[in-house]
Each structure stands twice: as C-alpha cells, then as structure tokens.
C-alpha cells in the first residue's frame, strides 16, 4: 500500500470521530435552494456522504418522493436514522470499494447530492466516485457538488503528498487528507465521468475575525 493509500484510510478513521462529536444542524442555504427550485423535476435522490441526516431531512420536506443517503459512518448513519424516522428515506453504509450501482440497484436517479465531500478523498477515490456517480444517473440527470477552493485556509496547510493533496495541520482537522484541487482539475474529473458541467458558482465566508477563509466552487452537472 503506497503512501497516499495509507493516508487515505487514516483520514477516514479520524474523520469518523470528528464527524461523530459533532451534529450539523441546518442544511447548506444554497442546497436548499437548489433542491425546492427543482423539486418537481426530481423524483428521486442520492446524497452521498448524506452524515447525520441534515439534507435528507431538507430534501423530505421539500416533498422528493425517493430519498437514499449513503456514508462510511455507522455513528452518524444512526442518527440520521432517528432524525429522519418519520420519512420514508433508504440508508445505506457504504466503503471505500463501493460498487454504487450494485448496492443501491439503480441507474435512473434524477439527482446525486455530493456535499461536503469531495474535499476528503484523494485523486484516484473521487475519480472513480464521480464516475459511478454517472452510472447511477438516468441521461440528463443532474449532480450538485461543493469542492473546497484553492483561497481556502486549509489549502497548503500541512505536508503536500500528492498534487494539492495535504495533510492537514490545523487542529481541527489534524493528520485529515483533504484533496483541494484547482478548477482545471475538477473539471477533468467530471469530463473523464462523461459529465458536463452546467454552472459554477461560489460561496465563500469568513470566521474567527476574517483569520479563516472558508471557500467552495459550487458545481451542476448533468450525465451526457
């Protein structure tokens, strides 16, 4: 198992502890906007990476028919479970050698939601994520994705083990891989997964004072 590998599978047992001592509450504004402006178009959604249930919550009230969330975290699986008992929502745990198509029987999905994480895979793992990713969409269906910007604080924060693929340093997210790739690179990944980028737009703010700078590219796409 070489380096990269091996920081892979350390980032994710120590992201399974941060996001399990901590519960995010609200759903992304843009997210939500996006989902109540589309929601007679989608029937059906995946939200991949969906953590402790905030959009799968957002997305039921939107009135979507179809809900499947899928993470790598049994903890917060479980409470998205509670937090959503009263929808009709599919759960799914998932590893790091998912077969999307084979665990959730479906290649006709009218939308992947990929929120909050792209950013902790390396190169090789969100290639092969946003490929399957078209397999499961029927043609023209739509994904929505945030991708952490390069004017972001965490980018260059810690050691450099791949091309803008770091070890991060800050004590938030200490020893984590974070991924933080330039726009030229996200958009071969989704060209590479026969995916054609509809819009990119962004969100960015600031906290602790203005010291830390969050910053994502916000990206439609649609399987060609």
């Not at 952490?148 to 938030?172: C, H, M, N, P, W």
Request: charged residues 25%; glycine residues 6%; contains cysteine.
């Amino acid at each position: 198992m070489n380096e990269i590998q091996k920081a892979q599978e350390h980032s994710y047992k120590l992201w399974e502890k941060h996001i399990s001592n901590s519960m995010l509450l609200y759903p992304n504004e843009y997210l939500t906007r996006y989902i109540y402006a589309n929601r007679s178009k989608f029937n059906s959604i995946l939200d991949f990476g969906c953590g402790d249930g905030r959009h799968l919550e957002m997305m039921a009230r939107a009135g979507i028919k179809e809900i499947i969330g899928i993470d790598c975290n049994a903890s917060a699986l479980k409470i998205a479970n509670q937090r959503c008992e009263k929808y009709n929502i599919t759960l799914h745990q998932n590893n790091q050698n998912i077969n999307l198509k084979e665990l959730i029987q479906r290649d006709d999905l009218d939308c992947v939601v990929c929120w909050g994480i792209t950013l902790i895979n390396a190169n090789y793992v969100t290639s092969s994520i946003f490929k399957q990713f078209a397999d499961i969409l029927k043609s023209g269906g739509k994904i929505i994705a945030n991708w952490r910007a390069q004017d972001d604080s965490l980018y260059g924060d810690g050691k450099e083990i791949q091309k803008d693929t770091f070890i991060i340093q800050r004590d938030s997210h200490k020893g984590m891989l974070y991924y933080i790739p330039n726009l030229d690179d996200i958009k071969a990944i989704y060209k590479s997964a026969n995916l054609e980028i509809i819009s990119i737009d962004s969100e960015r703010f600031t906290t602790d004072n203005g010291k830390i700078i969050n910053s994502w590219h916000i990206i439609e796409a649609k399987k060609v």
